[in-house]
């Protein structure tokens, strides 16, 4: 059985911050590659950053390098998302995913496992 569940989200003004963490269990908690992308309204699912089991290596979407950053913690299964700086246009629902084997990728397909989503809102 897999769970991933995502917390954090919320309203928030522009320029404010917010954390978001996912929590893994089940097959996804060992997960080679955790990554986050996100959905707004109207708009096809975009790839938001990405991360691998070591840490040592993570890639970002370049419409949120330098304000967003992504870590983990796999003592407890987590992968986090500090959001920072936030702009209007970050408006949208946000979902963590889980590789099982490869390396970091912006592709949503090559995930093999999804939260449910946690909505995000930035007021101008």
């Known amino acids: 059985q897999v769970h991933m569940v995502e917390s954090g989200g919320g309203l928030v003004q522009a320029g404010g911050s917010l954390r978001l963490s996912c929590a893994a269990s089940?097959?996804?908690?060992?997960?080679?590659?955790m990554g986050w992308f996100r959905q707004a309204p109207g708009k096809e699912r975009e790839f938001v950053a990405a991360?691998?089991?070591?840490?040592?290596?993570?890639d970002y979407a370049d419409s949120v390098k330098g304000r967003f950053t992504i870590s983990r913690d796999n003592a407890k299964n987590t992968v986090y998302l500090q959001m920072s700086s936030l702009k209007p246009q970050d408006t949208a629902v946000y979902y963590c995913?889980?590789?099982?084997?490869?390396?970091?990728?912006?592709?949503?397909?090559?995930?093999?496992?999804w939260g449910q989503g946690t909505q995000v809102t930035v007021g101008s």
């Open positions: 995913a889980a590789r099982r084997s490869g390396g970091v990728l912006r592709i949503g397909t090559g995930y093999d496992y």
């Open positions: 991360i691998d089991w070591t840490g040592g290596t993570t």
């Open positions: 089940g097959r996804a908690s060992s997960s080679s590659v």
